[in-house]
Each structure stands twice: as structure tokens, then as C-alpha cells.
């Protein structure tokens, strides 16, 4: 079974991840699978815009904590985890650059790295269970690359609530904080997605490529910088105690013991 389907209708290009049984958790495969299509449809001229959705319950859980415990057995294992913060900062800064708007339609939960994927998105849809957190601090680790975009987004001050708490918020308190951008019933989520694709399919590519750079570039100009920085506090804080204590309790189901 493929972790990623793409398909393309018309003018609309649609991502769904394919991970259900694993929460859609973010593997290296699935990040450079992603990358991969993201490039494609960059590539396919009839499409204007791209819709970014899950298979099951869950959106995406975010980063697969079993292969990044699993590195931790690695002799090379802080590069590995430097190689892994790269491969999402580098992700998450092309669908930043993608010059077609990307539309997220949040079905469940978006945690940690999957929220990651909702911020790089331009148009933000969620239905009923969805919801949105970021749990690392709970796992001894830092969403270094996730915090800049969640800051841009909604501002510091809500940003650290949700990185301090580690509470996630549902669709509506996300909704009053501007971090979705409308509401649906699950029946209605894609078909809304499709309506907003069609909506931007009617648009000048090229005005809709230099509306982006003026957001993102422009904007959000120190975006790249920040990023950049919180990929390596990211790898870093992988290497320590708490991490490792993180993910082994996360891994046997049972509270973690900090120091």
C-alpha cells in the first residue's frame, strides 16, 4: 500500500497521507515521499492548487518517534538526526516556497510535525475532530522547526500557550485564534477544499506566486533564518537524557521519570 496517493482533478492537485495504522507519523520515507510530490505537481501546469489531506482518523501524529528511538542505537546517530531536521525544515520551507496556494483539510488531529505541515499550508480547513498541539516538551523534546511557523502564524503570545502547555486546542479555539481559517462538517471538508482550489484556479498563477513570495519572503522575511535555527536546537535536543527517557516511556506506554 503506498504511504502517499496523489491525485490530480482538473486544476486541483490532491496529497493525501497514507499512514492510518501508524497515524500518518512523519518516516524519512514518507517526508522525502512528500518532498517528491510536492516538486510534481510544482511540475504539472494544469494544476493551481494543491489540497494536503490524511487517510483515517488521525491527520498526522507527527514525527515517527519509533524510527527516531530506533537511530538513537546508531553509532552516527547525531548526524542521522541532523540528516532528519533537515529533510523537514527543507520540506516545510518548499511548501513555504510552492508557488500554487496549498489548502490543508484537517479531518483529526494535527500534532507536532503534522501541525508543522498545517502551518506551511496557505488556506487552513478542519473539521469537527480536529485538533492541534504540539506534545514534545512531554517527550523531553523541542519543536525547534514547528515554533517559528506557529509564531508567524498566530503571534508569541498564543505560540507559547501552545508550546508551554502542550494542551491541544480543537478546531474551534484554533478557529478564534486564526490558525484555521473556516469550519466544516467532516462530509463537507473535501468538498470545500475542491471549492477554494477552484476558487484559486481562477486567479493569475503568476499573481498567486508573487502574493506568496510577498507573505512568506517578504513578510516573513527571517522565516529561512529561524528555521534554519530550529532544525539544529531540534537535532540537539534529540541527544539529551530526557529525550531518550521521552521516547522509551512514549514507546512502553507509561509516564515519563524526569530527573
Request: include cysteine; aromatic fraction near 4%.
Amino acid at each position: 500500500m503506498p504511504i502517499l496517493k496523489i491525485h490530480v482533478h482538473e486544476h486541483t492537485g490532491t496529497i493525501i497521507l497514507n499512514r492510518p495504522e501508524k497515524r500518518n507519523a512523519l518516516s524519512r520515507e514518507l517526508l522525502q515521499e512528500l518532498d517528491k510530490a510536492i516538486h510534481d505537481l510544482h511540475a504539472e501546469r494544469r494544476v493551481r492548487a494543491v489540497m494536503l489531506s490524511a487517510a483515517g482518523d488521525v491527520f498526522c501524529a507527527g514525527m515517527d518517534l519509533a524510527e527516531m528511538h530506533a537511530t538513537s542505537r546508531e553509532s552516527d546517530a547525531f548526524a542521522r538526526w541532523h540528516e532528519d531536521a533537515t529533510l523537514y525544515r527543507d520540506l516545510l520551507e518548499t511548501m513555504l516556497r510552492f508557488p500554487k496556494p496549498l489548502i490543508a483539510a484537517v479531518g483529526g488531529p494535527a500534532l507536532a510535525g503534522g501541525l508543522g505541515l498545517v502551518l506551511a499550508c496557505d488556506i487552513v480547513l478542519a473539521g469537527p475532530q480536529a485538533t492541534f498541539g504540539l506534545p514534545e516538551p512531554r517527550r523531553g523534546l523541542v519543536a525547534g522547526i514547528v515554533s517559528p511557523l506557529l509564531a508567524f502564524r498566530i503571534g508569541a503570545g498564543r505560540a507559547a500557550y501552545l508550546l508551554m502547555t502542550t494542551d491541544p486546542i480543537p478546531a474551534g479555539e484554533a478557529h478564534r485564534v486564526g490558525l484555521v481559517h473556516e469550519l466544516h462538517s467532516a462530509e463537507q471538508l473535501w468538498a470545500r477544499g475542491g471549492q477554494i482550489a477552484a476558487r484559486c484556479a481562477h486567479c493569475a498563477p503568476e499573481a498567486l506566486l508573487m502574493t506568496k513570495r510577498m507573505l512568506n519572503e517578504t513578510i516573513g522575511e527571517h522565516l529561512a533564518t529561524q528555521l534554519a535555527a530550529g532544525a539544529a536546537l531540534s537535532a540537539t535536543a534529540r541527544t539529551t537524557e530526557a529525550a531518550q527517557e521521552g521516547l522509551a516511556a512514549f514507546l512502553e506506554k507509561r509516564e515519563p521519570k524526569w530527573l
